[in-house]
Nanobody, 119 residues
Framework: QVQLVESGGGLVQAGGSLRLSCAASGKIVRIGTMRWYRQAPGKQRELVATILRGDSTNYADSIKGRFTISRDNSKNTVYLQMNSLKPEDTAVYYC?????????????WGQGTQVTVSS
């Protein structure tokens, strides 16, 4: 059984910062690409940031220059450092990992963590 657990969400004023973490645990052989998504009320889930196992990254235009994704493979953890937060960043943030458990590469999701940015 594999589990992804996010933490670090909360309420912050516009211009503030938060750091999200997502730790994977369970029967994990290897973790490949890790991603952060977010879903605001009434909107579709959108891809925010991607990090490959070799640390290459990619970001949505809406958060470029403000958010940084990173990972610690020794801890099976991915992070999202969010700076200069705006009210439009308010959403539930989900981590996603493509990982090898047993003999199959599958996508796993965390339960989500709420980020609320007040104006």
């Amino acid at each position: 059984q594999v589990q992804l657990v996010e933490s670090g969400g909360g309420l912050v004023q516009a211009g503030g910062s938060l750091r999200l973490s997502c730790a994977a645990s369970g029967k994990i052989v290897r973790i490949g690409t890790m991603r952060w998504y977010r879903q605001a009320p009434g909107k579709q889930r959108e891809l925010v940031a991607t990090i490959l196992r070799g640390d290459s990254t990619n970001y949505a235009d809406s958060i470029k220059g403000r958010f940084t994704i990173s990972r610690d493979n020794s801890k099976n953890t991915v992070y999202l450092q969010m700076n200069s937060l705006k009210p439009e960043d308010t959403a539930v943030y989900y981590c996603n990992a493509n990982l090898l458990s047993g003999t199959a590469w599958l996508d796993y999701w965390g339960q989500g963590t709420q980020v609320t940015v007040s104006s």
